[in-house]
């Protein structure tokens, strides 16, 4: 028998406008428009006919964009919303910790909401005064369990509402994004319990940005995408494909953004400004590339990238030098050449060319970059200098901090316990 079997599963929220809102109940009587007032404008489908088994002693993770569904399914299967359509069923003591402070009581003592959670989680008097010490040791509030919880940070709101969880032995255990607001110490100490939670067969349905963790750590996972399932499967294969729907999207974003700022001017107004030379040799195009051939401007930080400029000049010009610039949003440069510090010495150039420059990796961190590309004299005299006139994103799972993610490795001494998550091959080539 599945720990959790979900069939047809559709929840539907109505939404209300500013315009049907009113502001006093007399008011509204007055004007007579109560009635109308408390009619929905529309109504969303959080979910959409939703049907997939969670099998006792699986990590089952839900992935998905903001608004797709995934909290409002943990609250179903958790009971604290009921479905619109469609059937639910779990089969165990259930423990969620779905949203910050949900089931705390903020003018009373964390000590006291350990016991009216524990008693609405099934728990007798006697059974929650064995497991208190471990709550808040595992919490670390011995120095504000005594105190209300309106006071605590919202760090502390999820030590205490993930070692309730936790600490309370159930058979399913539901975890959604309250992980992210965690301390950057206790968020591996929550992860080491989960998997000390699959180590013993328990079940998980678990809900994350973090896709590192999700593949590391779930054996099946679902994505949802505005209320429908768009795959379930293999960890790595689902991902995968989430990951490509969301760099279409943000390229198609990217190229809306773009399109809407030349309706409005900014970008030729833009070009007037950073572009200068006198266009001896003139840039005429330039296109980012993946190395396949095909115009993009999302990227991941194992793509590589072709820089392609199309110019055209009017006479025989011997002195020339063409360079490319890369910059990250706050401006700082990551990367910058030309053909003379490559080696290359300019002979003769006239007429209509093409000039390709490629990266076989990129290796940037999470971002909006800017290109500069430029042609001048080896005295830097420009002919045509395009400044920041280009952008692209590089989209990454990875979490990294400064400008560029380097091949690298890891290495520890025998004394050093710790366990490594099993890699892709992609994730292989970038250490």
């Known amino acids: 028998m599945p720990a959790i079997e979900i069939e047809n599963l559709s929840?539907?929220?109505?939404?209300?406008?500013?315009?049907?809102?009113f502001k006093t109940f007399k008011s509204a009587i007055l004007k007579g428009d109560l009635f109308k007032s408390l009619k929905s404008d529309e109504k969303v489908m959080a979910l959409d006919n939703i049907s997939f088994k969670v099998e006792k002693g699986t990590t089952f993770g839900v992935i998905g964009e903001n608004g797709s569904g995934k909290s409002t399914l943990l609250k179903v299967v958790s009971g604290i919303s009921k479905p619109t359509s469609g059937r639910v069923l779990v089969n165990g003591?259930?423990?969620?910790?779905?949203?910050?402070?949900?089931g705390f009581h903020p003018e009373i003592t964390g000590r006291e909401n350990i016991y009216i959670n524990g008693v609405m989680l099934?728990?007798?008097?006697?059974?929650?005064?064995?497991?208190?010490?471990?709550?808040?040791?595992?919490?670390?509030?011995?120095?504000?369990?005594?105190?209300?919880?309106?006071?605590?940070?919202?760090?502390?709101?999820?030590?205490?509402?993930?070692?309730?969880?936790?600490?309370?032995?159930?058979?399913?255990?539901?975890?959604?994004?309250?992980?992210?607001?965690?301390?950057?110490?206790?968020?591996?100490?929550?992860?080491?319990?989960?998997?000390?939670?699959?180590?013993?067969k328990k079940t998980i349905l678990f809900v994350s940005h973090d896709l590192i963790t999700v593949e590391k750590i779930c054996d099946r996972v679902a994505w949802l995408k505005n209320g429908k399932m768009k795959a379930l499967g293999d960890p790595k294969r689902v991902i995968d494909q989430y990951i490509q729907d969301v760099k279409s999207k943000k390229e198609k974003d990217f190229e809306k953004k773009q399109q809407e700022e030349e309706a409005q001017g900014d970008l030729d107004q833009e070009r007037r400004e950073n572009r200068w030379g006198n266009r001896e040799i003139e840039?005429?195009?330039?296109?980012?590339?993946?190395?396949?051939?095909?115009?993009?401007?999302v990227f991941t930080p194992s793509d590589g990238m072709v820089i392609e400029m199309d110019f055209h000049t009017k006479n025989p010009i011997k002195d020339f030098v063409f360079g490319i610039g890369m910059f990250n949003s706050q401006g700082v440069c990551c990367y910058g050449t030309n053909t003379v510090l490559e080696g290359f010495k300019s002979e003769s150039v006239q007429g209509r060319g093409k000039v390709s420059f490629l990266i076989k990796s990129l290796d940037l961190i999470n971002g909006t970059y800017y290109l500069d590309v430029a042609a001048h004299r080896q005295d830097g005299f420009p002919y045509d200098y395009h400044r920041n006139l280009y952008s692209f994103m590089i989209s990454s799972?990875?979490?990294?901090?400064?400008?560029?993610?380097?091949?690298?490795?890891?290495?520890?001494?025998?004394?050093?316990?710790?366990?490594k998550k099993k890699q892709s091959e992609k994730e292989k080539q970038h250490g």
């Open 11 to 21: 929840r539907i929220y109505r939404k209300y406008s500013e315009q049907h809102r």
């Open 93 to 102: 003591k259930v423990s969620a910790l779905i949203e910050l402070g949900a």
């Open 122 to 200: 099934g728990l007798s008097r006697e059974e929650i005064d064995k497991k208190f010490n471990d709550i808040v040791r595992f919490a670390e509030l011995e120095d504000f369990i005594d105190a209300p919880v309106k006071t605590y940070s919202s760090g502390m709101y999820m030590r205490l509402g993930f070692s309730i969880a936790i600490n309370v032995n159930p058979d399913v255990l539901l975890v959604d994004e309250v992980l992210a607001v965690g301390d950057a110490s206790f968020v591996p100490r929550c992860l080491e319990r989960i998997d000390e939670f699959r180590r013993r």
């Open 283 to 297: 840039i005429e195009k330039v296109r980012l590339m993946d190395l396949s051939g095909r115009e993009k401007r």
């Open 397 to 419: 799972k990875f979490i990294d901090s400064g400008i560029y993610r380097p091949q690298h490795s890891w290495k520890f001494s025998p004394g050093i316990k710790i366990t």
